[in-house]
């Protein structure tokens, strides 16, 4: 279980995040929806280890979480890709970090890159690929390892439309079968009820929690079509509206 409690975090006198506090259990996603500015992201680094000027706990398994003993996965809008190593040296990078043994982990990085259907991309380069190809490569190389939590900053923002969907539906696919203990923060309503099985709507900055709903739709085929999914985007926009933006969409 992944526990934050009464997490707040300043830069200087300017307040970012207002007392965050939530628990997730182990092998849940929750999807963190915010605009623009209300400390989504900072969450995210905190709990990478990143920031560490912030107040509050946060514990994983009842233990204070230590990025350089747990199995912490980050994929962000940016792939996080070296553009001087191959698809599959950016997928088994993470392995090398922590010193782990390649061959140990063959079959999982097979199985990892076949349920992305990225196998025949193994020996190219970033630059020679697509928004939505980087962008799997990046969830591959999080998923080789034996995470103890995943963290996803807006990870589909920089993809169009159609390719953000596809990558959501494959990136899901993977998920359900591994289910690591997942926060991914994101802005747009569609895609935190589509991947959230709770979804945490934080306030304009500072950021603080101003409710967090079930979704009775998680894991449910034909999501995105279903009338319940479609009630619960339309309940989020009444609820942000004026919180957030006047006129948000």
Same mark, same amino acid.
């Given at each position: 279980m &992944?526990?934050?409690?009464?997490? =707040?975090?300043?830069?200087?006198?300017?307040?970012?995040?207002?007392?965050?506090t939530?628990?997730?259990?182990?092998?849940?996603? *929750?999807? #963190?929806?915010?605009?623009?500015? =209300?400390? $989504?992201?900072?969450?995210?680094?905190?709990?990478?280890?990143?920031? =560490?000027?912030?107040?509050?706990?946060?514990?994983?398994?009842?233990?204070?979480?230590?990025?350089?003993?747990?199995?912490?996965?980050l994929?962000?809008?940016?792939?996080?890709?070296?553009?001087?190593?191959?698809?599959?040296?950016?997928?088994?990078?993470?392995?090398?970090?922590k $010193?782990?043994?390649?061959?140990?982990?063959?079959?999982?990085?097979? *199985?990892?890159?076949?349920?992305?259907?990225?196998?025949?991309?193994?020996?190219?380069?970033?630059?020679?690929?697509?928004?939505?190809?980087?962008?799997r490569?990046?969830?591959?190389?999080?998923?080789?390892?034996?995470?103890?939590?995943?963290?996803?900053?807006?990870?589909?923002?920089?993809?169009?439309?159609?390719?953000? +969907?596809?990558t959501?539906?494959?990136?899901?696919h993977?998920?359900?079968? #591994?289910?690591?203990t997942?926060?991914?923060?994101?802005?747009?309503?569609? +895609?935190?009820?589509? &991947?959230?099985?709770?979804?945490?709507?934080?306030?304009k900055?500072?950021?603080?929690? #101003?409710? #967090?709903?079930?979704?009775?739709?998680?894991?449910?085929?034909?999501?995105?079509?279903?009338?319940? *999914?479609?009630?619960? =985007?339309?309940?989020?926009?009444?609820?942000?509206?004026?919180?957030?933006? +006047?006129?948000?969409?």
């Amino acid at each position: 279980m &992944l526990e934050i409690r009464d997490l =707040c975090l300043k830069y200087g006198n300017t307040a970012v995040i207002d007392n965050i506090t939530m628990s997730i259990s182990s092998g849940e996603i *929750y999807a #963190i929806l915010g605009p623009s500015g =209300c400390g $989504k992201t900072s969450i995210i680094n905190i709990l990478a280890g990143n920031i =560490c000027h912030h107040t509050g706990k946060v514990r994983l398994n009842n233990a204070a979480l230590n990025n350089r003993q747990k199995a912490v996965g980050l994929v962000s809008q940016d792939y996080g890709l070296l553009p001087w190593k191959t698809a599959y040296k950016n997928i088994t990078l993470p392995l090398k970090i922590k $010193k782990l043994s390649i061959e140990n982990y063959t079959d999982k990085i097979n *199985y990892v890159m076949e349920k992305l259907n990225i196998n025949h991309l193994k020996n190219r380069y970033p630059m020679s690929l697509s928004g939505g190809q980087k962008q799997r490569i990046a969830i591959a190389a999080a998923f080789i390892m034996d995470l103890d939590l995943l963290l996803m900053d807006e990870p589909f923002s920089a993809l169009d439309q159609v390719t953000r +969907e596809s990558t959501q539906a494959l990136f899901f696919h993977i998920w359900k079968d #591994i289910k690591p203990t997942t926060i991914f923060v994101t802005h747009s309503i569609e +895609e935190a009820v589509f &991947l959230g099985q709770k979804i945490v709507i934080l306030s304009k900055a500072p950021g603080k929690i #101003i409710k #967090i709903i079930e979704n009775p739709t998680f894991g449910l085929s034909d999501v995105r079509v279903n009338q319940t *999914y479609l009630d619960i =985007c339309r309940d989020i926009r009444r609820l942000i509206k004026g919180e957030w933006e +006047e006129n948000y969409i």
